[in-house]
């Protein structure tokens, strides 16, 4: 499964992109398990996902909480808690 | 229902005249207005820049809209964010609530904003002389949005 990630404010900054085009591997199957996973991908993943409990995420411009099922999902966001207002 | 996300700033008073214009069955409007502060966390700042993933906030905004509606009797709704860099002194945010009497269009107008703050997805990143950092959600932010998720309670309808 491909899927877009995106990723705002510092999580952007850590990991030094806006976006990306995923192939997902097998076994990912929650917005936790693709956390866990991209921390792997390289130091700069593992420097935004080092404290995944901070991250906040949003599947197809929807908040979802770690443990929500990513099958279906067109693109995945990735962020840290909001502070507009 | 107005929502918009722009870079420009707005006038609160001309969005508040064209909400009500040719209309007699508002009896109150709520207008807030976020300014940007020339201090954050005890510090000054020399600037703010927001930063918004804009096909979210869109809808996110929008359904909290639609649930104010759903909680209360409103007439007209109208959220403004802005977005980009900001000075001290600038509008961030504009929320106008118009309803028949003025509880619902206070409570309306509170909810939308404890919303705003938390599930927007808005990022606010401060400049120092230092250099740059972002905002830190707060706790206090956090409780404000968890106490309107108990069931709603319609206020006392009357102005």
Redesign the interface.
């Known amino acids: 499964m491909t899927v877009k990630i995106r990723y705002f404010a510092w999580v952007r900054e850590r990991v030094g992109k806006t976006d990306e085009e995923i192939d997902l591997p097998p076994g990912i199957t929650t917005v936790g398990d693709l956390m866990t996973w991209l921390a792997k991908r390289g130091e700069e993943y593992a420097h935004a996902f080092d404290n995944p409990k901070v991250i906040r995420a949003a599947i197809d411009r929807s908040h979802v909480r770690p443990e929500t099922a990513i099958a279906g999902a067109r693109e995945i966001a990735f962020f840290p808690p909001m502070t507009g207002g | 229902m107005t929502i918009r996300l722009q870079r420009e700033d707005f006038d609160a008073a001309a969005e508040a005249a064209a909400l009500t214009r040719g209309r007699t069955d508002i009896g109150a409007v709520v207008t807030f207005t976020?300014i940007c502060r020339g201090d954050e966390a005890g510090e000054p700042i020399a600037a703010l820049t927001?930063?918004?993933?804009p096909?979210?906030?869109e809808?996110?905004i929008r359904r909290h809209v639609e649930e104010a509606q759903r909680r209360w009797t409103l007439l007209s709704v109208t959220v403004i964010?802005r977005h980009g860099r900001l000075v001290p002194g600038d509008n961030?945010?504009l929320v106008i609530t118009a309803a028949s009497h003025r509880s619902a269009a206070f409570a309306a107008a509170e909810f939308l904003?404890d919303y705003?703050?938390?599930?927007?997805?808005?990022?606010?990143?401060v400049e120092r002389s230092g250099g740059k950092s972002?905002?830190?959600?707060t706790a206090k932010?956090n409780a404000a949005a968890e106490r309107w998720s108990k069931p709603a309670v319609q206020p006392a309808r009357r102005g």
Do not use: C, N, S, Y
């Open positions: 976020g927001l930063e918004h993933f096909e979210m906030a809808a996110e964010h961030i945010v904003m705003l703050k938390t599930r927007a997805p808005f990022w606010k990143q972002w905002v830190e959600a932010d």
